[in-house]
């Protein structure tokens, strides 16, 4: 136990020594987001270079303990276009606002260059952030699309009547990954999220035919954060046929069963790959973020969770890969003991099997003597 112990930590220190250059990530203040939660966020991920976009000069940041790198404009604007040659993940927080035809251009062709993370946070379909007209999902799912995403976000509410923070709509996300492309990494450590009035994720066919993710998975997509059995559909909006708002796609009112909050993405024809992550609540901003580590009362993996998706979607292990080096040295461990006590158990057998013959054949010649 000690020499497995002492290993463990020897991998940790080597994994520290080894480790690549930090990764850079960019949040977007530029489409209506809030900035609540995030000093939060970004403390998640410390090592990062942080670079925030706001959309004007006097833009006023909350002041965290990690300063970012703050540019000015939207995603079209040449400085930024620019910067996002360095920028290893986006973060779109919930938008309130779309996003233009040279901006959905300007995602598109950085994340077309490869061993790139998109993760575009929705909302619920409750009139609050995005108004009558569903704006974060409307403007998640044009961003999907320029890239080449199956992935949507429904334009729907989802509620959980068992796991909550006190009422149905606060629900308390289960970080339940599916486990292709090693995701189970982004389980270790945290299992209880909040997801304050989220909406659903769904993926269309190259019909552009919705589904539910619940009732058929494709094989680049990985499901990261579900309801209970306990989830329910709710419609805030449209209030009835032909005012503002939208229906759900793959969702239905009243429907009940456990729901997708949270899924990604694996793109490209071979590693290293991009990762497109689509959520119905978003990591900061919202009215309360999913990075929260306590709400109403109850303990939360908030901040170790949004860590988790950051290193397994920018495949920059960090702690996650000396946690997996030394599991697979524990099960290594257990299978050789295994080998060898099955290798001693055959040797017991076949000496077994040999007296027994043994015994057999002195029984018969005792018998004809």
Request: hydrophobic content about 45%.
């Amino acid at each position: 136990m000690k020499k497995t112990l002492a290993l463990g930590l020897l991998l940790v220190a080597l994994s520290f020594a080894a480790r690549p250059a930090s990764p850079v990530l960019l949040a977007d203040l530029s489409h209506g987001e809030n900035a609540h939660g995030l000093c939060a966020f970004m403390k998640t991920m410390p090592e990062t270079h942080w670079i925030v976009l706001v959309p004007q000069e006097d833009y006023q940041l909350p002041p965290c303990s990690i300063v970012p790198e703050v540019i000015v404009g939207n995603f079209a604007s040449k400085e930024v276009v620019e910067a996002l040659k360095k920028v290893d993940g986006v973060i779109i927080g919930q938008p309130t606002k779309t996003f233009s035809e040279d901006e959905l251009k300007a995602i598109a062709d950085w994340f077309k260059g490869g061993q790139k993370l998109l993760w575009c946070a929705g909302d619920s379909d409750y009139p609050a952030q995005g108004g009558v007209m569903e704006i974060a999902q409307h403007a998640c799912n044009d961003v999907f699309e320029a890239i080449g995403s199956k992935l949507r976000l429904d334009y729907v509410s989802v509620e959980d009547t068992v796991s909550n923070a006190g009422r149905p709509y606060r629900v308390i996300g289960i970080v339940n990954p599916s486990g292709a492309y090693d995701s189970y990494l982004v389980g270790l450590g945290a299992h209880k999220v909040l997801f304050h009035g989220p909406g659903a994720v769904a993926w269309v066919d190259e019909n552009e035919t919705w589904h539910k993710l619940t009732d058929e998975l494709p094989n680049d997509v990985v499901v990261l954060v579900t309801t209970t059995e306990n989830g329910r559909i709710v419609e805030h909006q449209p209030t009835k046929p032909g005012a503002p708002g939208d229906f759900g796609q793959a969702h239905t009112v009243g429907e009940t069963g456990k729901f997708v909050l949270m899924a990604a993405q694996v793109m490209g024809d071979k590693a290293p790959y991009s990762v497109v992550i689509a959520s119905g609540e978003s990591p900061y901003g919202g009215y309360q973020p999913m990075v929260s580590f306590r709400y109403h009362g109850l303990a939360l993996d908030g901040p170790r969770f949004v860590r988790n998706v950051f290193l397994w979607g920018l495949d920059y292990k960090a702690e996650l890969g000396s946690m997996l080096d030394l599991s697979n040295l524990t099960v290594n461990n257990v299978a050789s003991k295994v080998n060898q006590q099955l290798s001693a158990y055959n040797t017991m057998i076949q000496a077994s099997i040999a007296l027994a013959v043994l015994a057999i054949a002195l029984a018969v010649i005792l018998h004809f003597i």
